[in-house]
Structure formats: C-alpha cells, structure tokens
C-alpha cells in the first residue's frame, strides 16, 4: 500500500518561504518520479515541480522557476518543495503525487497513480 503523507503548510505573507514535505512508504519506485501539483478553487490541478527519483533531474513550471526547488532525501523516503518569495496567486492546496512520467506529461495530473491528502498553503498581501 502506498501511502503519501504531505506537511509544512500554513498561512504566510507575500515574500515569505514555506517548505513541503512528502513523506512516502510503500512505494518501490516502479515509477519513476515524484511530484508536486497545486490546485486552487474551481482550477484544475497544475504540475508545479518534478523531480526523477534515479537521476535527480527535476523540471518545474515557469510560474514557480527560481522560486520554488524540489529535492528528495532517499534515505529517508522524502521529497520537498522549498518554496521562497511566495506571492498571493500561490495560494492552494499542494498535493505530492508519485508514478512514472515523462519531460512533456508530468505536469497533467492524470499521469500520476499516488497522492497524498494535501496540504493548504495560503499567501496573503
């Protein structure tokens, strides 16, 4: 059973930093990478970071570029999103996700099998 457990979100204000944690068990890496996406309401979910669990390459939308980092700790099964300058449209609710992807299909979220609940992040003016 697979199980992904998100944490570290909260209220901030615009400019401050954030960082998410992803915590997975469970899973053997039959896929290959691991995700962030946010969706905010009545917006569908959007791939913001990728990270390739073998090789380390990871990929990000340009909303997010020189802003956000996504790193993983293989000892301990965690994957982050180091999130700095946040702005208020960074507002929403932040899922990990894990499965096998590629460069041009990870940002749709129905490339992913495994989720976590989320985790509310909320930038305010």
């Known amino acids: 059973q697979v199980q992904l457990v998100e944490s570290g979100g909260g209220s901030v204000q615009a400019g401050g930093s954030l960082r998410l944690s992803c915590a997975a068990s469970?899973?053997?890496?039959?896929?290959?990478?691991m995700g962030w996406f946010r969706q905010s309401p009545g917006q569908e979910r959007e791939g913001i970071a990728v990270i390739y669990t073998e090789s380390g390459t990871t990929y990000y939308a340009d909303s997010v570029k020189g802003r956000f980092t996504i790193s993983q700790d293989n000892a301990k099964n965690t994957v982050y999103l180091q999130m700095n300058n946040l702005k208020p449209e960074d507002t929403g609710m932040y899922y990990c996700?894990?499965?096998?992807?590629?460069?041009?299909?990870?940002?749709?979220?129905?490339?992913?099998?495994?989720w976590g609940q989320g985790t509310q992040v909320t930038v305010s003016s």
């Open positions: 996700a894990a499965g096998r992807s590629g460069r041009w299909t990870w940002r749709n979220w129905r490339t992913f099998n495994y």
């Open positions: 469970g899973y053997t890496h039959s896929g290959n990478s």
